[in-house]
C-alpha cells in the first residue's frame, strides 16, 4: 500500500531534509558557542547583517550568491551547503534503506509499513550524528544534550516495538540492552585501561557515552560492525600524516566523527552484511 506513495515520500524528504539540514547548521554554530537557538534570527559572522529569508534558501543560495555573503561579499563556509546536503542524503538512505527495502535490510517479515517508525527514529538519529560529527571535528567534544536525545530516540525505539504491534524493526529488546550495556562497558574499559597504560585519555569520555546510548538503539550486533568500522577507517585516516613523516602522535584527535560514520553506516547494511557474512560460513 505504502508502495505507490513512494515516489511523492522520496521527494517530500528530500525537500525536509535539506530545510532540517539547514536548521542543523544553527546548531552546529551556536550550540559550542553556548548561543540561544532561536535569537537572533540568522545573521552573517563577517558584517552582523541579518540574513534575508530567500538568501537563506538551502544550497541554491549558495550558489546565486556564489559562496558569498550580499552585503560585505566575505566568503560563507561551504560547510553549510555540505550540512544541508548530506542530511537530505541521510533523509533519502533511511527511506532507501529501511522502509523501500525493509525486507533485505531490517530483516524477513518487516515490510514497508512495519518499518515507518524506525525510519522516522533513524533520520532523527542520522541527524544528531550529523550535528555531533560536525561539532566534534571543530571542538574535539560532544555536548551531553546530543547523547540524551539518542537515548530518547533510543527509548523510542524500544517503546514502538513493545508496544505498538504494527511498527516493529526487527531488533529484539534483549539486544538492545547488551548493545547499550556492552559497547559503553567496552569502551569505558579502553578509557580507563589507556590511563593505566598510556597516562592518557585514547578517547574522550563523551565517546563512552556515545556508544552506550547508541547501542541501546542500534542492537549488540550493529553496535560492534560500527565499533570496527570506526577503528578501521581512523587507522586508515591517521596513517595518512604518518606515514608523510609528520610526527604528532600526542596531538589529540577527533574519534567521534568515525563513530558516527560507523554507527549511520551499520544502522543502513549492517543486518544485510552480517547476515551475508555469516552466509559464508560452511
Ligand atoms: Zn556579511
Sequence with gaps: MLEQWLPIIYIFTGLLGLVIGSFLNVVIYRVPRKESLSFPASHCPGCNNPIKWYDNIPVISYMLLKGKCRSCKEKISPRYS????????????????????????????????????????????????????????????????????????????????????????????????????????????????????????????????????????????????????????ACVVLAVPHFMGKKDRFKEYPFAPYLTGGMIASMFIGKALITWYLSLMP
Excluded at 550495556?181 to 563512552?208: C, H, N, P, Q, W
Design 82 to 233: 555540505i550540512v544541508e546536503l548530506l542530511n537530505m542524503l541521510l533523509w533519502l538512505a533511511c527511506v532507501f534503506f529501511l522502509i523501500q527495502n525493509s525486507t533485505t535490510f531490517l530483516g524477513e517479515g518487516i515490510t514497508m509499513e512495519n518499518a515507518v517508525g524506525y525510519a522516522l527514529v533513524a533520520m532523527a538519529f542520522c541527524s544528531t550524528l550529523l550535528v555531533v560529527f560536525f561539532i566534534d571535528l571543530e571542538h574535539t567534544y560532544i555536548p551531553d544534550r546530543f547523547h540524551v536525545i539518542v537515548l530518547a530516540l533510543a527509548v523510542i525505539a524500544i517503546c514502538l516495538n513493545a508496544f505498538v504491534p504494527s511498527l516493529n524493526d526487527g531488533i529484539k529488546f534483549a539486544d538492545r540492552l547488551i548493545g547499550g550495556f556492552g559497547g559503553g562497558t567496552l569502551f569505558l574499559i579502553i578509557y580507563f585501561g589507556s590511563y593505566l597504560i598510556l597516562k592518557r585519555e585514547a578517547m574522550g569520555f563523551a565517546d563512552v557515552k556515545l556508544v552506550a546510548v547508541a547501542g541501546l538503539l542500534l542492537g549488540w550486533q550493529n553496535t560492534t560492525l560500527s565499533i570496527f568500522l570506526a577503528a578501521v577507517s
